[in-house]
């Protein structure tokens, strides 16, 4: 029985079938490089004079699939040439078809994930509004969700029963529940960000935990990227309940500060300089005209204090320390021009004629010892 098996393997006629399987198979392999060298970069080109984005999106997202379904039709083709393999066997047919299957999905997902731009082209033409928040978790549920059809149908494919599968959840669920309750408290907490929308992509946020630029808002979480550059990832649970300081909805940038002049000024001079200052801010370009308070406020321990609170029309950082700097070297020339001087602390000391006479008497003392 061994030596007629034996003899059945390396018969002439399997050999040859073998071969010819074989050159299959490399055929198709040979026509997946043509495809992904040359004829993909055809159809790109095709669709690139079409003008249109949701073209390029799905040729794109298919690219590597479609490669891979080559080998999937050669595996399939060559198969009916291999003597100890038929095309009509169940298992293999199964196979066949959750291969297609894992490679139209595989496509769909890479199409999700480029759902975010397909919704912003979306929005724009349109006029739908949708919050740039909005849109990542848009894209993420898409490819969840298909997932999970691609995993029921393939369940099917091979027999199992997803409806069972689903209630064997239903009957763990509280088990389920338990186990995830932070899960859950940080999906509300991104449900959360997402209705009341406190802040949104690119935007500059501050809170107890982290300030910086958000980057990301996923299901569970939200990464900010901060001015060192580091990327801190927050659990939305604990960013949903934390007070949220939003510096890109600033309509203008704040300045206050105190500018303490010598007590020696003379009240005149005084007045003047505070005058003048409030003419500069008034008709300064980069100052907001509509809150402009400079006022002599406070008697210091040593100045007296002017109080500047104004504000920038621009809200950009760079610029509003440039227009600082402006309206500070400006300063400098009043009080330059009104021969007034910028108080710093100081500290008079009185002695008055007995402490002197003190003085002299302990000096001759101090000396001898």
């Known amino acids: 029985m061994n030596w007629r098996f034996w003899e059945y393997i ?3 006629d399997h050999w040859y079938s073998l071969m010819i399987a074989g050159a299959i198979f490399l055929g198709f392999l040979v026509a997946k490089g043509l495809f992904a060298k040359y004829i993909f970069k055809l159809i790109l080109a095709f669709t690139h004079k079409t003008k249109s984005d949701l073209l390029d999106y799905i040729v794109k997202s298919y690219e590597k699939p479609v490669g891979w379904l080559f080998v999937i039709v050669g595996v399939y083709i060559a198969v009916h040439y291999v003597p100890f393999l038929e095309q009509d066997n169940e298992l293999f047919r199964h196979f066949i078809r959750s291969s297609v299957i894992i490679v139209i999905t595989w496509g769909l997902y890479n199409l999700a994930s480029s759902s975010s731009l397909i919704l912003m082209k979306i929005n724009d033409r349109i006029s739908l509004k949708i919050d740039q928040i909005l849109i990542p978790f848009i894209s993420k549920a898409i490819r969840f969700i298909v997932i999970a ?8 494919e091979f027999g199992y029963k997803v409806s069972g599968f689903v209630a064997g959840l239903g009957l763990g669920g509280l088990a389920f529940a338990l186990a995830a309750q932070e899960v859950i408290k940080n999906l509300f907490g991104g449900v959360v960000i997402i209705t009341e929308k406190p802040f949104t992509m690119d935007d500059w946020i501050e809170t107890p935990s982290v300030e910086g630029i958000v980057e990301d808002i996923t299901f569970r979480s939200t990464r900010v990227r901060t001015f060192a550059e580091s990327l801190v990832t927050i659990p939305n649970a604990t960013l949903s309940n934390e007070p949220i300081t939003n510096w890109s909805e600033m309509g203008k940038r704040r300045i206050y500060f105190n500018l303490g002049v010598e007590y020696s000024t003379p009240k005149e001079k005084l007045e003047t300089v505070v005058e003048r200052i409030r003419e500069l801010l008034e ?10 308070v400079v006022r002599f406020t406070e008697y210091n321990n040593s100045s007296l204090d002017i109080m500047l609170y104004f504000f920038t029309k621009t809200t950009e950082w760079e610029e509003h320390v440039k227009i600082k700097e402006d309206i500070n070297l400006q300063i400098m020339d009043i009080l330059s021009e009104e021969d007034v001087s910028v108080a710093f602390p ?3 000391l009185y002695l008055d004629a007995e402490d002197e006479s003190i003085e002299r008497m302990a000096k001759p003392f101090n000396q001898d010892k």
């Open 10 to 12: 390396i018969h002439y």
């Open 283 to 292: 008709n300064h370009d980069g100052i907001h005209p509509e809150t402009i």
């Open 346 to 348: 100081t500290r008079t």
């Open 149 to 156: 059809i691609s995993f029921s149908i393939i369940a099917q």
